[in-house]
Nanobody, 123 residues
């Protein structure tokens, strides 16, 4: 079964940048839309960004629009999340997941979640 594997998290100062990667373990992401979600301590998991299989369509949460960019390299089978102008409010565990059909902004529409990668932004 395909399992997303996230990497690239870390500790960064406010205003800095990080690039997260999501690779497929045990297969490929096939023709799936892919999403990034995040969960901060004590909060529910929230939508961050989604990219269609063809990469023609991208969607972002209002809180990250203009700062984050989602992309995918189909040849490598990798999905990326470039995060710029990071803020302390962006601190969370970031998860990559495959859309199984359904609204791109709902976590319930996704399956095969990764273990997550921690992003910490200091002020």
């Amino acid at each position: 079964q395909v399992q997303p594997v996230e990497s690239g998290g870390g500790l960064v100062q406010a205003g800095g940048s990080l690039r997260l990667s999501c690779e497929a373990s045990g297969g490929t992401f096939r023709r799936r839309d892919m999403g990034w979600f995040r969960q901060a301590p004590g909060k529910e998991r929230e939508f961050v960004a989604c990219i269609s299989w063809s990469s023609d369509n991208t969607y972002y949460a209002d809180s990250v629009k203009g700062r984050f960019t989602i992309s995918r390299d189909k040849a490598r089978g990798t999905v990326y999340l470039q995060m710029n102008s990071l803020k302390p409010a962006d601190t969370a565990v970031y998860y990559c997941a495959m859309n199984q059909g359904g609204p791109y902004y709902l976590s319930g529409a996704y399956g095969a979640w990764g273990q997550g990668t921690q992003v910490t932004v200091s002020s």
